[in-house]
């Protein structure tokens, strides 16, 4: 199957794909994992993107998805993908289903993980990412057992630059601006379903269970 995980900055999508690539036996693909990995290589993308990041601002259509279709063209991502951060316009998720398409295959499900903005910036305010594996946790919701080191891989864990609220809540009002119109954009292809992720990480990923289970009979 290939699923598109939606959502604002601090619904959970991480979180949420995460659990369904262990219960699938499928791939994340994370823009904004492969972007950090291309920040912190200093590679050219890396650096145009984090101009952009760094602002609040989202990257490029073009620069997004080449980067997404290499991805996309490894061996791991032959029998489907769980796609989170991606696509974030109506012009990616066109761009998604001309590379799905030319592979024979399509998206299955479009799962939009709704959160209230306000509930959306405590989250974020205490999030810490991994510097080596990119896992994310958060001081109230989801704490690492050792303070400041990765449950995962031992790595150290940091604040991001652009984990400030002023960046968060710039980051939430042009997900507003140009991502929500791929909700209407799904929904009038029949394959988007809503889930509310105002509750606990095992309540959202119940119900994101159960939209597959129906996208499979």
Known sequence: MDIVLLGAPGAGKGTQAELLAEWLSLPT?????LFREAM????????????FIDR?????????VDMIAERLSRPDCANGVILDGFPRTVAQARALEDLLGRMGRQVDVVAYIEVPTEVLLQRLSGRWTCSQCGAVYHE???????????????????????DTPEVQRR???????????????YREQGILSEVDGDQGV????????AVIHAARS
């Not at 912190?40 to 101009?51: I, M, N, S, Y």
């Not at 057992?145 to 031992?154: H, L, Q, R, Y």
């Not at 980051?171 to 954009?185: D, F, G, H, Q, S």
């Open 140 to 162: 109230t919701f989801n704490p690492e057992a050792v303070e400041g080191v990765c449950d995962s891989c031992g790595g150290k864990l940091v604040q991001r630059e652009d």
């Open 171 to 185: 980051r939430i009002e042009v997900y507003n601006e140009r991502t929500a119109p791929l909700i209407a954009y």
């Open 202 to 209: 095992e309540a959202v990923q119940h119900d994101l269970r």
């Open 40 to 51: 912190d290589a200093g590679t050219p993308l890396g650096r145009r993107a984090k101009e």
């Open 56 to 64: 609040g601002e989202l990257v490029p259509d073009e620069v997004t």
């Open 29 to 33: 693909v994370s823009s904004g994992v």
